[in-house]
């Protein structure tokens, strides 16, 4: 798992982990800074993040999809 987060956070583009709940997993630093998210804080629900942006569940998410 380690090897993962460090291949992750080497990324430049904003990458997040949601679980089916959409709750975050994981955020790079790209996606911090973007959405202001701390890398250190817990599981956040997707419609949290960004100060609400995406307050209703997008149609293209759900527990199977890899979008938003």
Do not use: H, K
Request: proline residues 3%.
């Amino acid at each position: 798992m380690l090897r993962s987060r460090l291949i992750l956070q080497s990324v430049r583009e904003p990458i997040a982990l949601f679980d089916a709940n959409l709750d975050s997993l994981l955020v790079n630093n790209a996606f911090s800074d973007l959405y202001g998210e701390d890398l250190q804080q817990s599981s956040r629900s997707l419609a949290e993040i960004g100060d609400g942006v995406c307050r209703t569940t997008p149609s293209c998410c759900s527990a199977s999809a890899t979008c938003c």
